[in-house]
């Protein structure tokens, strides 16, 4: 079973308008972090954001925000006031504690690709 | 500019061959992971060092093998190359070596087997 789920392949946004990325995870694990990474078409993996098991709080990191609701696991990325500079591919990466012993990369999502459009 | 950095950029060789992909992490940072970008398979962990000593695998074959050097940069070793093993290959490091180290990753070596 997918560990990280991103339900949406592509999105077309129109500039200056909010965006939220979905991304769904699946862990037993009480503790684990959770990222969004950005990846234009050069290549490079940008990290935006990073939000922890037992933050109260969502993370927010200037036009980045996480909308964390742990009961439905999800981290949804939201993008406020879109430029046409975000425009990449997105990816939501989960890692989990180290309860189980030893401890793991970052388990990836497919990404979603988003356009943004003047 | 992450401060993490890979060499060399872009590598083309033939089925068969061995190659090695150099990573240096960020000035500080002891930890360092190699992850593995195709199309097929998406973005795979491989490998995780701590200061020197191996701490994680994960999907890495038994044609690969990684190392970390007592100036903390590392190199991934890929033999018998396959036209499957075509790849951008990505290190990124931490600071520490737990769940809450954020991970940053370098520019990417892109590994095109002919």
């Known amino acids: 079973a997918q560990k990280i789920t991103q339900t949406q392949p592509g999105m077309f946004v129109q500039e200056k308008e909010a965006v939220t990325l979905d991304c769904t995870y699946d862990t037993s694990d009480p503790s684990y972090g959770l990222f969004w990474y950005k990846q234009p078409s050069s290549g490079e993996m940008i990290f935006l954001i990073y939000q922890g098991s037992y933050d109260q709080q969502n993370a927010t990191e200037g036009r980045y925000s996480l909308n964390f609701q742990k009961a439905r696991k999800s981290a949804n990325l939201v993008i406020s006031a879109s430029q046409l500079g975000d425009s990449a591919m997105y990816f939501c990466a989960m890692r989990e504690g180290d309860s189980g012993g030893g401890a793991d990369g970052l388990t990836f999502g497919k990404g979603t690709h988003l356009i943004i459009q003047p | 500019d992450s401060g993490v950095t890979q060499t060399p950029k872009h590598l083309i060789t033939a089925t068969g061959q061995r190659v090695t992909l150099r990573c240096s992490p960020r000035?500080?940072?002891?930890?360092v992971y190699w992850y593995q970008q195709s199309l097929d398979q998406g973005l795979q962990f491989l490998i995780q060092?701590?200061?020197?000593?191996?701490?994680a695998k994960g999907n890495i074959l038994e044609r690969f093998s990684a190392q970390q050097f007592p100036d903390l940069h590392s190199e991934l070793n890929l033999s018998s190359l396959e036209l499957g093993d075509s790849a951008l290959y990505f290190c990124a490091s931490s600071v520490g070596g737990g769940s809450f180290a954020e991970q940053y990753f370098g520019p990417g070596t892109r590994l095109t087997v002919t």
């Open positions: 000035s500080g940072d002891l930890s």
């Open positions: 060092y701590y200061n020197g000593e191996e701490r």
